[in-house]
T-cell receptor, first 113, second 112 residues
Framework: SQQGEEDPQALSIQEGENATMNCSYK?????LQWYRQNSGRGLVHLIL?????REKHSGRLRVTLDTSKKSSSLLITASRAADTASYFC?????????????FGQGTTLQVKP | AAGVIQSPRHLIKEKRETATLKCYPI?????VYWYQQGPGQDPQFLIS???????DKGSIPDRFSAQQFSDYHSELNMSSLELGDSALYFC???????????FGEGSRLTVL
């Protein structure tokens, strides 16, 4: 089974609204990352949060991490049509910090203009 | 800024044929990763190389092999192709112990 599970699987909102995506994972981690993927394109790194951090911001993105619940959330504020994409959380394989990642199943976000 | 370059972008093969995908990492990046993403699926880690040596292995079939060359580019060789190998194959690179991966645009393999 996947390390990361995301919900919702699909989300449709109007431009200007906020979008929240959640990710759960199974094992202990040192960090968790969020990536974005436009349809059929490569993944783009959005933000990394370390296990000793609870919240991190980057522009319109806000990520939280709750290691006790083994969950993370990605909030996109004031969404734009250009935010339409799939969003994946990713955690390192095995122990320690590593770039070898296990991806969640992703949330497909549609932002309607 | 230079990104990860993958070629070819699209590839169509018949069952039981072979295919080779190439990846050129970002200059000075010393680690290369290969991922496979089936239709509607999340990316699955296949294999990685650090300084031209295999550093980790994931769910890569025995029919697949990969290597990293002296110029740091990497190639993924796939033999005896099966219909289920149809997927997007991504290469990513990173520098040293950096945790952020930079992905290429992928190579879409279709096996008929």
């Amino acid at each position: 089974s996947q390390q990361g599970e995301e919900d919702p699987q699909a989300l449709s909102i109007q431009e200007g609204e906020n979008a929240t995506m959640n990710c759960s994972y199974k094992t202990s981690i040192n960090n968790l990352q969020w990536y974005r993927q436009n349809s059929g394109r490569g993944l783009v790194h959005l933000i990394l949060i370390r296990s000793n951090e609870r919240e991190k911001h980057s522009g319109r993105l806000r990520v939280t991490l709750d290691t006790s619940k083994k969950s993370s959330s990605l909030l996109i504020t004031a969404s734009r049509a250009a935010d339409t994409a799939s969003y994946f959380c990713a955690t390192p394989r095995g122990s320690g910090n590593t770039g070898k990642l296990i991806f969640g199943q992703g949330t497909t976000l549609q932002v309607k203009p | 800024a230079a990104g990860v370059i993958q070629s070819p972008r699209h590839l169509i093969k018949e069952k039981r044929e072979t295919a080779t995908l190439k990846c050129y990492p970002i200059p000075r990046h010393d680690t290369v990763y290969w991922y496979q993403q089936g239709p509607g699926q999340d990316p699955q880690f296949l294999i990685s190389f650090y300084e031209k040596m295999q550093s980790d292995k994931g769910s890569i079939p025995d029919r697949f092999s990969a290597q990293q060359f002296s110029d740091y580019h990497s190639e993924l060789n796939m033999s005896s192709l099966e219909l289920g190998d149809s997927a997007l194959y991504f290469c990513a690179s990173s520098l040293g112990g950096a945790l952020e991966l930079f992905f290429g645009e992928g190579s879409r393999l279709t096996v008929l």
